[in-house]
């Protein structure tokens, strides 16, 4: 049976569906299992897009691993304004192995500060792991040791990416119309 998700209308191509995205999941994370062999591991994402790779890509990971979340305030689009962390670790991660996991790498802005401030803290090693790689858009390189898929400069919604804080919950990557908007508002579903 198709399911369908509020909001789901303005879709306009599915550029990587569930089942491609569950494959390169298990892909990725039994490369790091192979790489990381003998090691514990610390998964750290940046809230909120990249939750949702993270609780997939944790369960195809065959190794003892802990979980810890950071929030930066954005950078708004890539303008490179100021930026603070609104929400930091709870845990130190010195001589811990650290794989920073990121659902979407555009400009690169975001992961070299965050790649900035962890490396003050004396990782034993610091890798990133990203689904998807916006490689046109970058302005900062970064070393990007997992990599999902190569994106295409277009607006992208679904697994864990947003449009104005909503469909983050389709289970694929797609872009949406020229000129989508959702409904203004919580979206209120009517009592049957
Ligand atoms: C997205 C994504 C990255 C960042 C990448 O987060 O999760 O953290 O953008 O962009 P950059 O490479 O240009 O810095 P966003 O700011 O949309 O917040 P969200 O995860 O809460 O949706």
Known sequence: ?????????????????????DERVAEIGGSITREHEGHALRL???????LFFLCDLCRQIDLP?????????SFAGGSGGAVRITKDLDDPIEGQRVIVVEDIID?????????SVLRQRRPASLEVCTLLDKDVRRIVDL????????????FLVG????????????????TVHEDAALPAGPLVVPDA
Request: net charge negative; hydrophobic share 45%.
């Open 44 to 50: 750290i994402t940046v809230l909120r897009g990249g």
């Open 65 to 73: 691993l802990t979980l810890d979340f950071m929030a930066i305030s």
């Open 1 to 21: 049976m198709t399911r369908h998700y509020a909001g789901e209308e303005i879709v306009d191509h599915i550029i990587i569906s569930e089942r491609a995205i």
């Open 159 to 174: 697994y864990g990416l947003d449009l104005d804080a909503r469909l983050r919950n389709l289970p694929y990557i797609a």
């Open 107 to 115: 400009t690169g802005l975001t992961l070299n500060y965050i790649l």
């Open 143 to 154: 070393p990007i040791a997992y990599r999902g898929f190569s994106v295409p400069d277009r």
